[in-house]
Structure formats: structure tokens, C-alpha cells
């Protein structure tokens, strides 16, 4: 058995070489971007108003103004502004030649065509070319996984057609005859088959194509029909079950006849010791535990981050030290933790009601899983300590 620690290090030796490909960029979202993006143009483009007001010379703010005309946003002015002029314009436009300065409808009083500046002079009003950005600036870094806003800088700088990394093939495949497909009543000794369906939402988070194989039964010949065909057709596969020392948890003799290379297949974590990972020819394999809160957690902790890392994205998990809420002990402290918590009211880690790694129910309320060093058998009150957002 390795240290989770020893565990990362060695999965971190490992990637994928995924390709890229160039979509349009409103099919974008969740993608990881292969290539920055730059900008075609100044942002703003020109000097432009960021109010509704008047546009006019800073030296006649004093003066009885004449309107000269009405400028919308999209409408170039037809006229200069000249002294003791102003034009009256709408936020978003330009501003007219001849003015330096715009006071806002607030602050004025209007009539008969002219108007006066009644307010007190903070500033003018004005969004300048190129404050934003300048042509040729790099918007957008590669590695940076899509984002709505990100959609929206896309569009600005006119970057329609954008690279990206290919999707990692994730297989998914549960193991055990015990298991029942959700829309099953589970028959006396079978339970619902959780893992494959969590496992496939994370996959799908972590911006990969999920395809799953469906339940190999506790046969050498189905687990390794199923093993097979998965490891032919995707770059990473998901086992869940029979990674453990049971008779009939045939998977890591299968996985060698396949011609899979166990790198290990015991990590000191709680929970999840018996997780296994893999390499052959086309890609990897993680083995993980069957109950679904080890399966949740060894995912987060491995699998996430090499499905990122293969698509070259920044992603990084975010770590938040928050100060315990109460005390905290264990019997056992032999492996590297990670407890379910969630945040009170006084952003403060409070692990949640917790009776094991079968306890799926104890998941959906955690604001992140709190991790407790090997050794550590004991944490105070008030202690700070780091969670891992989920």
C-alpha cells in the first residue's frame, strides 16, 4: 500500500496526448481551450458615452448650452460640437468631435432645446478607445476551461471559430452480479447500481464523453467481454467493484490477460483503499472502490485531475482553509482521510452526519471533503483545516 501522496505522484507521470479541433465558438461551452485568443480590434473601438446625457466642451459646464442634435448609440453625429454647444446622447455612442466631456440627464435641466448643468463636476463620463483592450491583446489563455463569459469575449473580439482539445472517451463499467440498473426493482441480495450514473455525471462535469458498458457480471468471460470492448474504443476506463480480494472479483486478472499493467492497487485513503490504476497500449484504467462515496471521492481526487491535465486544462481543485467547527476524533489512523463536510452559518467546516463509505446520502448536502492527514487522529475546535470543494 501507497501513501495518497506516492499515489499522485506516479498518476502525475502519466498523460494522454489529446488532438484538437476547431468548432464554432457557440459550441464552446465547457470546452478547454487549445489556443489564446486575441483580439481584431480596440475595445471600446472609439471614445463613446457611458451615460445617457450631453456631450460638450468641459470649459462651457458653466454655461447655457445649445442642443445641436440627438445622438443614439450606433449613429455617428452629423456635427461637431462647438463652444456653447452640446449634443444630447444616448450611452454607447460616440462621442461627437469637438466635446470632451458628458454630464448626465440627472444633472441637467432641459428646455426649449437648450440645456444647463446643474450638477457638481466628478468626471467625464466617457469610456475611452482602447481602455479595455488592444488589438492583438490575448483575451482568452489557452488551457482555460469555456465559460459563459467567456462565450461573450469570444464574440466581442469576432473569434468565431475556436481550437479546443478533443474530449477524452471515458468507458464506465460496474462490476458485480449483485447490481440492479436503477430503473430495476432490486431483486433479495441486489442493490441499485449508483456508481455507473454518478461516475458518468462526473465524467461529464470534468468536460469528457462518458460511454457506459453496462454491469459485467461476476464471470471471467462478461467482465472481460465488457473490459475488452472498453478498452478498444476509449482513452480512459472507470472500473467500478472487484478491485478488491473477494472470489469472485475477477477484474485484476482479467485486466492482465487483457494486456493491462497494474502501476497499484492500494492507496492509505479513507475511503477508497482498494483504487487501482492501470496502463496499457491506448490509455489508462482507474479501478475504483464499489461503495459510491469512495468511488465519488477517488474520482475527485484522481481521475478529475488527469482528465483535465490530458486535455492540457488549468483547472485546479479549489482548497479552502476554513477553521473547524467542532472537535473531531478517529479510531484509526493509518490512512490519509477525507470527511464530508459542510459550511455553517459562521463559514466554519462542520462534518456532516457520516456512517461510511456506502453512505451516499451523506454527499449532496457537502460543501467540500475535509482532509485529515495520515497519523492524525484528532482535530480541535477551531483548528484549521482544508477543504476540497465538490
Known sequence: MITYEEAQEI????????DTETIPFTDSLGR????????????????????DGYACRKVDLDKELVINEVI?????????????????????????????WVFMVEDAVEKSGKVRFTGTVKKDNIS???????????????????????????????ATEVEVS???????????????????????????NSN?????????RSGAD???????????????????????????????????????????????EAGVKIIFDRVAVQPGKPTTFCVYDKGFVFGLPGNPVSSFVQFELFVRPFIHRSMKSDWTP???????????????????????????ERSEAQPVDYHGSAHINALPDAWGLMSIGLGVKELKKGEIVDVRQI
Not at 498518476?11 to 489529446?18: H, M, P, Q
Not at 464506465?172 to 441486489?190: C, D, N
Not at 476524533?329 to 490519509?336: S, V
Request: aromatic fraction near 6%.
Open 11 to 18: 498518476v502525475s507521470r502519466y498523460n494522454l496526448y489529446i
Open 32 to 51: 478547454v481551450l487549445a489556443a489564446d485568443i486575441k483580439s481584431d480590434m480596440d475595445m471600446p473601438p472609439f471614445d463613446k458615452t457611458a451615460v
Open 72 to 100: 443614439p448609440a450606433g449613429v455617428v453625429a452629423a456635427m461637431n460640437v462647438n463652444p456653447g454647444q452640446c449634443a444630447k446622447i444616448m450611452t454607447g455612442a460616440a462621442i461627437p468631435d469637438g466635446a470632451d
Open 128 to 158: 475611452k478607445k482602447a481602455e479595455d483592450i488592444v488589438t492583438g491583446d490575448v483575451v482568452l489563455k489557452k488551457g482555460r476551461v469555456i465559460r459563459p463569459q467567456d462565450i461573450a469575449v469570444m464574440a466581442t473580439v469576432g
Open 166 to 192: 478533443k474530449k477524452v472517451k471515458v468507458g464506465v463499467i460496474s462490476t458485480g452480479s449483485e447490481l440492479a440498473e436503477p430503473h430495476l426493482k432490486p431483486e433479495k441480495g441486489q442493490i441499485r
Open 196 to 204: 455507473a450514473y454518478q461516475l458518468i455525471a462526473q465524467v461529464i
Open 210 to 256: 462518458a460511454i457506459y458498458y453496462g454491469i459485467a457480471l461476476d464471470t471471467e468471460e462478461d467482465t472481460m467481454d465488457k473490459i475488452s470492448r472498453a478498452l478498444n474504443e476509449c482513452n480512459i476506463v472507470l472500473l467500478t467493484g472487484g478491485v478488491s480480494m473477494g472470489d469472485f472479483d475477477f477484474v485484476p486478472k482479467v485486466l492482465k
Open 318 to 344: 479549489d482548497i479552502i482553509s476554513v477553521p473547524l467547527a467542532s472537535d473531531y476524533t478517529r479510531k484509526r489512523a493509518e490512512r490519509m482521510a477525507w470527511v464530508p463536510v459542510i459550511k455553517n
